[in-house]
């Protein structure tokens, strides 16, 4: 069932939204070599709650299993939903942080990739490929379309650059609930899925191997990780369908003026 949001509803979305963005930039000024992931989550918990926010993740159950953080912070070969720790962040690690929130009845979701310090280029060259594709993505998320416009052009955007695209985890349709229907696959074939109506609002999120696209869960029974451990990249925009361009919900302004002071 795909719920269509009113724009009244949207413009809630956006507040929600722009409160994960507010976290992700705040984190991001504590992202250095030595910082634990944990202290990362810390950060972003306090600032969530501190705006009258409820952070998502927090308790988000599969089956028996309950995610125990604020943060899913995930470090190089780990692709997403990484549980904070006492990981001390190193120079030339990546570090994918994903941030949901419930504000006002309504959910916001996105994710951002930092380097630490002074990163490979070949990593580098995979953040930048991975947010390309996210944007990429978003240009084809447009009345009219169809979910699997957004999957094509991700998957070929990636996979001509040499990459693989993760097939396990996939965007989502959000609104009340974190998770709501379509899927959003990274992969997949134009003109197929399901129809782009105004008023949907989806979360899009490429989650991008340097290797092969096969992944792993860890014993811990959360972290996704690549199956080869080689880098992962993960970004990702919570937008709403409207005619003829995407309006993006969420934002990587005030995260991207962080990275650049930094
Ligand atoms: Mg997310
Ligand atoms: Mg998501």
Redesign the pocket.
Known sequence: MIYLKTDEEIELMRVANLLVGATLAEVAKAIAPGVSTLQLDRIGESFIRDHGAVPLFKGFRIKRNVFPNALCISVNENVVHGIPGDYRLKEGDIVSVDCGVKLNGYCG?SAYTFEVGKVKPEVKALLKTTKESLYIGIQNAIEGKRIGDISNAIQRYCEDKGYSVVRDLV??GIGREMHEDPQVPNYGKKGYGALLRKGMCI?I?PMINMGKKNVKVEKDGWTVRTGDRRPSAHF?HTIAIRNGKADILSSFDLIEQVVQNN
């Open positions: 979701d965007g989502h979360a999120e990702e």
